[in-house]
């Protein structure tokens, strides 16, 4: 017992003179709503460091940009469009929504991830109805389950999303979102946006980011990501931060 408090009370003396180092904070930024552009696509894979890309399946460029993005050495995301509201219509191709039954569900879902090559987890797009359902939401983890390796990122368009809870009961690697860079285009709110994700990751080690293909946020993303190990930051994939330390 004794030796035990001494081990510990040494380490705490280390840490405290910094003799022993501590990880740095651990970054994961995703861009959304790939998918319908192909210039605001490849600027997105082109962004410096292990950046994650999510894309829309079903939509024009969707394949084409999986495939670049992947060959890129850029994580692919299936960008899963859910319903976000009761009169919502869904105008995104391959979208989930309240009204279908079991079967369509499974079968739209099959479709959607067989559009967008390379998925290795899915991250919901819009959804702020469909994330509220448990019915709908144990049927969305099913189908994720039912395939090896996929992992769920919630967005988190609402705080009363049940997604991340039944994915963790279902046994899914499951996290959420924690900020949005780009909640407006306004160039000042994604500069705001970027710093409090930087001390949202000092806070609590590690954070996933969402991001958008607008000017804006890739001004900055380009301007910025080149700088962030200087600065005591690790840029990581999305896959890295699903693991464990």
């Known amino acids: 017992m004794i030796a035990a408090r001494f081990s510990l009370l040494t380490l705490l003396l280390l840490l405290a003179s910094g003799s022993v180092a501590t990880s740095p904070?651990?970054?994961?930024?995703?861009?959304?709503?790939?998918?319908y552009r192909l210039d605001a696509g490849q600027r997105s894979i082109d962004l410096p460091g292990p950046i994650s890309l999510a894309v829309l399946?079903?939509?024009p460029r969707a394949r084409a940009l999986a495939v670049q993005a992947h060959e890129s050495g850029k994580e692919v995301l299936l960008h899963l469009p859910l319903q976000a509201a009761p009169n919502d219509i869904i105008h995104d191709p391959l979208g989930l929504h309240l009204d279908m039954n079991r079967q369509e569900f499974g079968?739209?879902?099959?479709?959607?991830?067989?559009?967008?090559?390379?998925?290795?987890?899915?991250?919901?797009?819009?959804?702020?109805?469909?994330?509220r359902h448990p019915g709908h939401m144990q049927w969305l983890m099913d189908e994720i389950q039912a395939r090896d390796d996929l992992f769920f990122i919630d967005s988190y368009t609402t705080h009363e999303s049940v997604a991340l809870q039944i994915a963790r009961e279902v046994g899914i690697d499951a996290r959420k979102r924690d900020v949005f860079l780009d909640p407006d285009r306004d160039p000042e709110t994604v500069v705001r946006e970027f710093e409090r994700m930087k001390r949202l990751a000092q806070k609590h080690g590690s954070i996933i980011a969402i991001g958008h293909p607008y000017a804006a946020t890739l001004d900055l993303l380009e301007r910025e990501l080149p700088k962030l190990a200087a600065e005591g930051y690790q840029l990581v994939t999305i896959s890295e931060l699903m693991k464990p330390r």
Do not use: K, Y
Not at 25 to 35: K, M, S, Y
């Open 107 to 131: 079968d739209t879902f099959e479709r959607a991830l067989t559009s967008v090559p390379f998925a290795i987890g899915v991250n919901s797009h819009r959804g702020s109805m469909l994330t």
């Open 57 to 59: 399946p079903g939509t």
């Open 25 to 35: 904070p651990r970054i994961a930024i995703i861009i959304d709503d790939l998918g």
